[in-house]
């Protein structure tokens, strides 16, 4: 897909709207960026939050979601050693759902990661990565986005950012059953309906 075409999704989702930028503001950084194959226009941090984004999320037309209990989630940052382009809107190339490391827990599937010479999605990479793909989405085939962690002094937080498929229970609602779901896991747990988000490299290197 162009980067014109995930610049319309975008738009259409309601980009424009949560981060109060034009569409013509929007479509500069765009043409700022060079239009690669395998990539997926990734929203900075800095453009609008994980929250405002999880909105923009369909599935079988409910929008997406936070749980109510992960009220700190813009205090989940890009871990050490992740350096995002400078750029409000950027490029993730090659991004896999990692499915082989299903029922792997976070704190195994990072240096596996890193050793495959690829880089782990932070949440805002995900939910963009889905805006453009929302069918990488599927029952027993969802991920996380363990390349955001919460710092706490010296340590991180043992909580890690997902993205699932709410099955309507407890506190989501049968209301909000089936919507695609922000949420988080322990770091040292697995779960075999999660693998682990990551990308090849990130465009442009700053």
């Known amino acids: 897909m ?3 075409d995930q610049l319309h999704r975008l738009l259409d989702a309601g980009l424009a709207d949560v981060t109060g930028s034009s569409p013509a503001e929007l479509a500069a950084c765009v043409a700022a960026l060079p239009d690669e194959p395998q990539c997926v226009l990734a929203v900075h941090p800095e453009l609008a939050t994980a929250r405002q984004l999880a909105p923009l999320l369909r599935r079988d037309d409910k929008p997406g979601f936070v749980v109510d209990d992960m009220v700190d989630l813009e205090q989940f940052v890009p871990i050490e050693g992740l350096a995002l382009p400078d750029r409000p809107l950027y490029l ?9 490391m299903r029922n792997w827990s976070p704190n ?3 240096p596996a990661i890193l050793e495959r010479g690829r880089t782990p999605l932070t949440i805002h990479e995900g939910i963009s990565w889905l805006l453009q793909e929302p069918k990488v989405l599927e029952p027993n085939h969802c991920f996380m986005t363990i390349g955001s962690r919460k710092p706490t002094g010296d340590t991180l937080d043992a909580r890690t950012p997902a993205i699932w498929i709410s099955g309507g229970t407890g506190r989501d609602g049968t209301a909000r059953r089936r ?8 770091a040292g747990n697995r779960h075999t309906w999660l693998g682990f988000a990551s990308a ?5 290197v700053n």
Request: proline share 11%; hydrophobic share 30%.
């Open 108 to 110: 195994e599937a990072l």
């Open 92 to 100: 993730v190339r090659e991004p896999d759902r990692g499915d082989d």
């Open 2 to 4: 162009s980067l014109i």
């Open 200 to 204: 090849r490299h990130r465009t442009p």
């Open 179 to 186: 919507a695609p779901k922000i949420g988080w896991c322990w």
